[in-house]
């Protein structure tokens, strides 16, 4: 069970938060794109081994969506942000893990 | 005694050890690898060793390297609750998996390898009105395919499972269930080592320890694959690493569009036999089995978030078995022997993804998430197709890279997305 520190309520158990993959994915202008643009921006999300900004909702506390950076290796908890502030480096410090 | 053997196998210090048993025969050739191979698989688990098996027997293509980063069979292969079946909705899936079921059933023969291979049907639960109807619909789907499947009500449930509960007065209660008969179960590290062991005989080198890091790409065409013992040269190359494609893909320089997830199963001890079916419900988030030697098998539904972790949460855990309790209230009496995890590749249509890539010569096999294992065979057959004759198989068109593009989708949510 990760314990996940929501920017609203503080630490919380895992179970009552839902997942919301990549943090920070724009939605784009549809007049603007091609089909495989378009395919990418409904499908891939990043999926790295090590540190990933993401998103999470506090579906059982104040509701709220928010991001966080966590290892996908180590399960280690980074900083929580509001989404649309300025996203705090990555705790990989320029260690970064494998992209995918 | 003869103080000169005291290293030979079988001795221990100067005492021989007698009592010890005789080492089991090598079933693959260990080998180094060559400068260069027609045909690289990168990846040595099930879906990947059978890739490799049917180069060398459909194709007659043997200067092939199956090369894994950590042992043979150690991922998700041996991971899995080992259920096989081929009742999927989509015409797509129930083409694969039935050809892949077909496979099964002669599989020990045709590897010359017995693999506990066991057809004793796979039920499906329904627990409300609306499962019903999902259930029913996917069971005429198969009949129009050509797949075994049939309606158990409660009363036939009961007396093909009698340990199961088929009570009205319990939080879900089991309305009826679909039933495939030619479904089952196999030991699922002997089938990697039959493939493993057929392959070497045909030809196959087959390389533990060494991990991809990197492929030779020139002109947009692979030429060979980098790995911790240094550059492999190759014709072509396949990817068939499951958990690890996003990061393979990314390498290659190109995305998508997996996710990566834990997906925890466990067993009891071994106990008498009480179950000789398996029984899967999406609906309470369970499926169970019995294992020859007697330990009941159990898997459920992934962790939330990605992970490489290979191990998830003990909630996950409860979960599963809160409602196996409630399917099998003889269960209270079972202990939890020993859980663990594999890391899963889930596609967005819970469909996986076969066949060429951006890159020339490169090949993906990816993207089964939580129910790979009942298509080892028909994948490794189709994806030796693909690589053989640089176009796909007839039965994996449909499950190309573009698909996501042409907005092609095959969503198996519904026969795929929980229970497997």
């Known amino acids: ?83 649309f502030t300025e996203q705090p480096k990555s705790p990989a410090n320029g260690q970064e893990g494998l992209k995918a | 005694m003869n103080t000169n053997d005291t290293l030979a196998p079988g001795i221990i210090g100067r005492r021989r050890a007698a009592a010890l048993p005789e080492q089991p025969p090598q079933l693959w050739k260990s080998v180094k690898p060559k400068k260069a191979y027609d045909i690289i698989i990168v990846g040595g688990g099930g879906h990947g060793l059978a890739t490799a098996y049917y180069l060398a027997k459909n194709h007659g293509l043997t200067n092939i390297a199956v090369v894994e980063k950590g042992w043979l069979a150690g991922g998700n292969t041996a991971r899995n609750t080992t259920i096989i079946r081929s009742n999927y909705l989509w015409d797509e899936s129930a083409a694969i998996y039935e050809h892949s079921l077909k496979l099964w059933e002669t599989l020990e023969e045709d590897l010359g390898y017995e693999m506990f291979f066991s057809q004793r049907g796979v039920l499906t639960l329904a627990h409300s009105v609306s499962d019903v109807r999902s259930k029913k619909r996917n069971l005429y789907a198969n009949a129009l395919n050509g797949i075994d499947s049939e309606w158990l009500t409660p009363e036939e449930v009961k007396k093909l499972v009698p340990i199961i509960n088929i009570s009205e007065d319990v939080r879900y209660p089991v309305h009826g269930a679909t039933y495939q008969p030619r479904g089952g179960i196999a030991k699922h590290d002997w089938v990697a080592w039959g493939y493993a062991k057929a392959a070497s005989d045909l030809g196959v080198d087959i390389i533990q320890g060494t991990e991809v890091t990197g492929f030779d790409i020139r002109n947009n065409k692979v030429q060979g694959v980098h790995t911790s013992q240094g550059t492999i040269a190759a014709g072509k190359v396949g990817m068939v690493a499951a958990g690890h494609s996003s990061v393979l893909a990314n390498l290659a320089g190109f995305s998508v569009p997996i996710q990566s997830r834990p997906l925890q199963a466990l067993v009891s001890p071994l106990l008498e036999q009480v179950l000789n079916t398996v029984v899967m419900s999406g609906a309470v988030h369970v499926y169970v089995s019995q294992a020859h030697k007697g330990e009941l098998v159990m898997g459920a539904g992934t962790d939330a978030f990605n992970s490489y972790a290979q191990r998830g949460g003990f909630h996950v855990i409860e979960h599963q ?77 449909p499950f190309a890279l573009d698909r996501f593009v042409t907005g092609h989708l095959i969503d198996e949510h519904g026969a795929a997305g929980v229970a497997h």
């Open chain 1, 1 to 83: 069970m990760l314990y996940i520190p929501c920017p609203h309520c503080g630490l919380r158990n895992e179970t009552e938060f839902h997942y919301g993959a990549e943090a920070g994915v724009a939605y784009p202008d549809p007049n603007a794109l091609t089909d495989s643009d378009w395919a990418k921006y409904l499908h891939i999300r990043a999926n790295p081994k090590g540190w990933l900004a993401e998103r999470w909702v506090h579906f059982a506390g104040c509701g709220r969506w928010f991001n966080l950076w966590r290892n996908t290796v180590t399960h280690e908890i980074g900083p929580a942000y509001l989404p």
């Open chain 2, 321 to 397: 078995l809160a409602a196996a309790l409630e399917l099998f209230p003889i269960f209270s009496r079972a202990q939890v022997l020993r859980t663990w995890g594999g890391i899963v590749d889930v596609c967005p249509d819970a469909s996986p993804i076969i066949g060429l890539t951006p890159v020339e010569n490169l090949f993906i096999n990816a993207g089964w998430g939580t129910g790979g294992f009942k298509a080892t065979p028909g994948s490794g057959w189709v994806m030796a197709h693909t690589i053989a004759t640089g176009t796909p198989h007839e039965l994996n068109k």
